[in-house]
């Protein structure tokens, strides 16, 4: 519940900024092709971001910030894309369960469970 609470303040933070500095050079950042990889590049990223945010924000250190937003991005990106699947999922969870479809509830049950095992470690 601590990463998805984590998860949904750095959404709303991330949405509502807009960055303004053209001048910056643009990266790719890490990938995040997996949820695995996303939330551990997620939690040391989000450590670095806390440790640059203690130091004199000179422009080095906002450029370093910058840069490390792109590898942030990525693993909100998939993070987010990995918790709408889990929604449905448990969408169908719940229509296979009042059609009484034991199939479906069981398939639809195990990947939710495992997702959800994922994002509580």
């Known amino acids: 519940m601590k990463k998805l609470q984590l998860y949904l303040i750095t959404c709303i933070i991330t949405m509502g900024s807009v960055s303004s500095a053209d001048d910056y050079e643009h990266s790719e950042g890490l990938p995040a092709e997996t949820l695995e990889q996303a939330l551990t590049n997620y939690d040391l990223y ?4 806390s440790e ?3 130091l004199e924000l000179t422009s080095e250190v ?17 993070i987010e894309e990995v918790i709408e699947q889990h929604q449905e999922d448990l969408e ?6 009042e059609h009484m479809n ?18 509580r470690n």
């Open 46 to 49: 989000n450590k670095k971001l």
């Open 102 to 119: 034991a199939s479906k509830v069981t398939k639809f049950g195990n990947k939710y469970l495992e997702t959800s095992t994922t994002l």
């Open 62 to 78: 906002m450029h370093e910030i910058h840069m490390l937003s792109y590898t942030l991005e990525n693993a909100l990106e998939k």
């Open 52 to 54: 640059k945010l203690t």
């Open 92 to 97: 169908m969870i719940h229509k296979a369960s």
